[in-house]
């Protein structure tokens, strides 16, 4: 990371900030558009996906009221980012704003033979739960780390 994406990051976290309590003290602050719509510029210049996509969200919910098109278009590509990045529980709540807007999330694309993030959520449960054994009739099943991901 370059001394100018250090600057661009740290000024868009300011931005960020400043958004956020802009937003929250009045629904419909032109102020708090300005500074999430910098924020996100900003993380993108820095090469920060994921705080991109969260400033993205922040604007999609600040403007959601009154510009529904430009909360359906920030949300949008912040989910697909998070699809990207894997981050399903930032994903799952971003299709939720998405749904309430009115739009639908883009389907996440399966690479085959690959779990998806709610199944690997699924296996980690079940070994926490059963110390990594399953049972099942007449086997007894070990579910290793390193077997999560590997094509079949």
């Given at each position: 990371?370059?001394?100018?994406?250090?600057?661009?990051?740290l000024?868009?976290?300011?931005?960020?900030?400043?958004g956020l309590?802009?937003?929250?003290?009045?629904?419909?602050?032109?102020?708090?558009?300005?500074?999430?719509?910098?924020?996100?510029r900003?993380?993108?210049?820095?090469?920060?996906?994921?705080?991109?996509a969260?400033?993205?969200?922040?604007?999609?919910?600040?403007?959601?009221?009154?510009?529904?098109?430009?909360?359906?278009?920030e949300?949008?590509?912040?989910?697909?980012?998070?699809?990207?990045?894997?981050?399903?529980?930032?994903?799952?709540?971003?299709?939720?704003?998405?749904?309430?807007?009115?739009?639908?999330?883009?389907?996440?694309?399966?690479?085959?033979?690959?779990?998806?993030?709610?199944?690997?959520?699924?296996?980690?449960?079940?070994?926490?739960?059963?110390?990594?054994?399953?049972?099942?009739?007449?086997r007894?099943?070990?579910?290793?780390?390193?077997?999560?991901?590997?094509?079949?």
């Amino acid at each position: 990371m370059s001394v100018g994406d250090i600057g661009d990051a740290l000024t868009g976290y300011a931005r960020l900030a400043e958004g956020l309590v802009a937003a929250a003290a009045a629904a419909t602050d032109p102020d708090a558009r300005d500074a999430l719509r910098t924020a996100v510029r900003l993380f993108a210049a820095a090469r920060l996906p994921l705080e991109q996509a969260r400033a993205q969200v922040a604007l999609a919910q600040a403007v959601a009221a009154s510009d529904t098109g430009l909360a359906l278009a920030e949300a949008r590509q912040a989910a697909e980012t998070f699809a990207w990045l894997g981050a399903s529980g930032k994903f799952d709540r971003t299709s939720a704003l998405l749904r309430s807007l009115g739009g639908r999330p883009n389907p996440v694309p399966r690479v085959d033979g690959l779990l998806t993030g709610r199944e690997r959520d699924a296996v980690l449960i079940v070994k926490r739960h059963t110390g990594g054994r399953l049972r099942t009739p007449g086997r007894d099943l070990r579910i290793r780390r390193s077997d999560r991901n590997k094509p079949q």
